[in-house]
């Protein structure tokens, strides 16, 4: 049982949060339990959304934000982000399962997508403080400053699902997948 209020519809929600969830249920078919523990505040499910919308139009492709995400759940060890994003991986971005198993090791089988992986892991695990040597293998992978910040953003959006659903212990509503360490 999660930890937050999980509104059991969408009229449960604030009544601000509506067209937001609507929204959300015309593109996925569902409202995720995530959405409905973090419309509790209107301005999160906003700015959450926003963020969202913003990444999506940014210079990353989907299946490279998917990437990122297993990543950055994997080290979070965030239980409901992994379950979605191995999920929406494969559904959506067309990710195999030994691309999905390599991202959570903190890598990519593809060689561009895996300097964009490896960098997200940087960030992470050392808050930001990466080296010059870092920045120069993802931009020697290709990458622009732009996608670079837009690899910043993908790890920021994640990191705040993970907060979100660690914090509220979101009940998972996908084919759940446990963080490595918490499966062995």
Excluded: W
Excluded at 25 to 52: C, D, H, I, M, T
């Amino acid at each position: 049982m999660s930890r937050l209020n999980t509104p059991a519809t969408i009229d449960a929600a604030p009544a601000a949060t509506h067209t937001a969830l609507k929204t959300v249920e015309k593109q996925l078919g569902v409202v995720p339990n995530l959405f409905r523990v973090v419309a509790n505040s209107p301005a999160a499910l906003a700015g959450y959304l926003q963020l969202s919308g913003a990444a999506a139009q940014g210079g990353l492709d989907a299946a490279t934000r998917e990437r990122i995400a297993l990543a950055v759940a994997e080290i979070n060890g965030c239980g409901y982000c992994l379950s979605a994003h191995a999920y929406l991986g494969r559904k959506l971005a067309k990710l195999d399962d030994a691309e999905i198993a390599a991202n959570r090791h903190g890598a990519s089988n593809d060689p561009k997508a895996d300097a964009a992986v490896r960098f997200a892991v940087d960030v992470v695990r050392q808050r930001g403080h990466v080296s010059d040597d870092q920045v120069g293998a993802v931009r020697s992978a290709g990458y622009s400053d732009a996608q670079v910040l837009d690899i910043l953003l993908a790890v920021a959006l994640n990191t705040f699902t993970n907060y979100v659903n660690e914090v509220a212990e979101t009940e998972i509503d996908f084919p759940v997948v446990q963080p490595l360490k918490l499966a062995a």
